[in-house]
């Protein structure tokens, strides 16, 4: 499904003309046969010069009644657009859509998507592809797992094979890990033509980074804050040449985490660009949109807001919060031979749960925000690479990132933010692929839950697989392994703060002289 923005446009020129026109009915109010003469006088001035204000008049009765409603929002997105394009609507799509080349992409990037294996395009890259290649601004919308990157990467990389320039695009994205994503693709589909691409993103050294901006890349893939940081420290680097700007999980974006320094990276950026927007949930309000400048935006909707893959299968476990971590090593070991990912809410959790299955026997690795950014790239490819089963995480890894071999998600807590369900539970069941889902509900959980399924708006199945004896047949066991990580915890804890004295000790006998001893 394909829609202009600014369409509503015409509805306020109606009811302008429509206005103007009623001061020269000067008679008091006609009756029916009143009516039908003027119908019949209206009648001749069709065929005459003034052909525009006959045809604009007579949709008018029946719109009258929607200006009530709050479509005059949408034309803010309007001062930026320079004509209007209505005519451009039904050619854009070809007839055609089952090849890349139909769509419109040139042969080397077509050996190109060969290369790694892509087949066929996806329905977001059916609506999506023609439109870019025409040059217009897109806000796409499509479930998780459904090829939203080829999407922008494929038209922008062809966009620079016919006008070949350093510095060519910008693609920002939530998360770090996202970026080295989004990153790898673009190398992937530019590997025939020598496309050079750099990942700046927060934790890694500024310097390396900025030796990389030095040799003036085509596409750079960046956090928002750390793109800042480079654009106000690194010496002449600058956006001014950019052609695109692509905001990946776009509603995360606009949100007002990333508020100040998105409208630093947007005050740099040439107005004469192509932007597009591409999430699995999209914000429904027009004036976070315009901040991003769109001109004449075409909206690509391949999914509803609240879709999930539909082969995803979705369950949950009502359980006691007694045994929340029973029930929950039930369920993995279960589960064994799966690939999984398991999401917490916090750093904490997510650094026990993942000791806790490792004393149950099970092969796990957290990925947090309180890990270095080798630390979370070396758990990530660790996972990737089959090493370890099962992958704990914070909502850090919720958003973008395509691992296929994820066979089950289980939401160990349950997030706040209903978005954020869709985003987890949609990196498994990605490209088509088959995946499970299983979110853990205690008696706390209740309301958060039913705000989830009211989002959805659908019932989730309960997961009826386990049995209450079954599982408790390996209680003793799980709280074995739970003391086990309360005192491995603390001697970590421990080992970190006295090197913290230590070091504090070795700085103060430094400042006081070789003879000098200080008491901590």
């Not at 001035?45 to 204000?53: F, G, I, K, N, S």
């Not at 990153?183 to 025939?192: L, M, N, V, Y």
Request: glycine letters at 6%.
């Amino acid at each position: 499904m394909v829609a202009e923005v600014d369409g509503a446009l015409p509805k306020s020129g109606v009811l302008k003309k429509k206005r103007k026109a009623r001061p020269q009915t000067d008679a008091p109010p006609p009756g029916p046969e009143a009516s039908v003469a003027k119908k019949r006088k209206a009648r001749p001035q069709t065929d005459a010069t003034e052909v525009p204000e006959a045809s604009v008049a007579k949709p008018a009765k029946k719109k009258i009644k929607k200006a009530s409603k709050p479509v005059a929002v949408e034309p803010e997105t309007r001062p930026s657009a320079p004509n209007d394009a209505d005519e451009e609507v039904p050619s854009a799509v070809p007839a055609d859509k089952s090849t890349f080349a139909s769509l419109g992409v040139c042969e080397e990037l077509c050996r190109a998507c060969e290369l790694v294996k892509w087949t066929k395009p996806t329905p977001i890259q059916q609506e999506s592809i023609p439109w870019a290649l025409q040059g217009r601004d897109i806000i796409g919308l499509a479930e998780t797992g459904s090829g939203k990157t080829a999407a922008f990467a494929l038209p922008i990389v062809q966009r620079l094979l016919d006008n070949p320039q350093r510095f060519f695009a910008v693609a920002l994205a939530p998360t770090r890990e996202l970026c080295v994503q989004i990153g790898e693709q673009f190398e992937a589909i530019g590997s025939t033509i020598k496309l050079q691409t750099a990942v700046i993103v927060g934790g890694l050294d500024m310097v390396t980074q900025a030796m990389a901006l030095a040799k003036r890349p085509h596409v750079v893939c960046a956090t928002p804050g750390r793109l800042v940081d480079h654009l106000e420290n690194t010496k002449g680097f600058h956006l001014k040449t950019i052609k695109y700007l692509v905001m990946d999980e776009a509603d995360r974006l606009l949100s007002m985490d990333f508020d100040e320094a998105l409208d630093k990276i947007l005050e740099g950026l040439p107005r004469e660009r192509n932007t597009f927007l591409f999430s699995a949930t999209m914000t429904a309000k027009v004036s976070k949109l315009t901040r991003a400048s769109l001109r004449r935006p075409v909206k690509v909707e391949v999914s509803t807001k609240h879709d999930t893959a539909k082969t995803l299968v979705q369950g949950y476990m009502f359980i006691p919060y007694k045994f929340k971590h029973t029930y929950f090593a039930a369920l993995m070991a279960h589960f064994k031979h799966y690939s999984a990912m398991v999401f917490v809410d916090t750093c904490l959790n997510a650094q026990k749960l993942a000791i806790v299955l490792r004393h149950l026997g099970l092969g796990t690795i957290s990925l947090h925000g309180q890990m270095s950014q080798s630390q979370r790239l070396g758990a990530l490819s660790s996972f990737k690479a089959r090493e370890k089963r099962v992958l704990v995480a914070t909502d850090v890894a919720s958003r973008g990132l395509d691992i296929p071999s994820v066979d089950l998600v289980v939401n160990y807590d349950i997030p706040r933010n209903s978005k954020d369900y869709i985003h987890r539970v949609g990196r498994t069941a990605r490209a088509g692929r088959a995946g499970r889902a299983v979110t853990l509900v205690t008696q706390y959980d209740i309301e958060l839950f039913q705000r989830i399924e009211h989002f959805l708006e659908k019932k989730l199945e309960e997961f009826t697989e386990l049995k209450s004896t079954q599982v408790m047949a390996g209680h003793e066991r799980v709280l074995e392994a739970m003391r086990s990580t309360e005192l491995e915890c603390r001697d970590k804890d421990e080992e970190g703060t006295g090197k913290i004295v230590n070091k504090r000790l070795k700085r103060l006998q430094s400042q006081g002289g070789k003879g000098k001893k200080k008491s901590y």
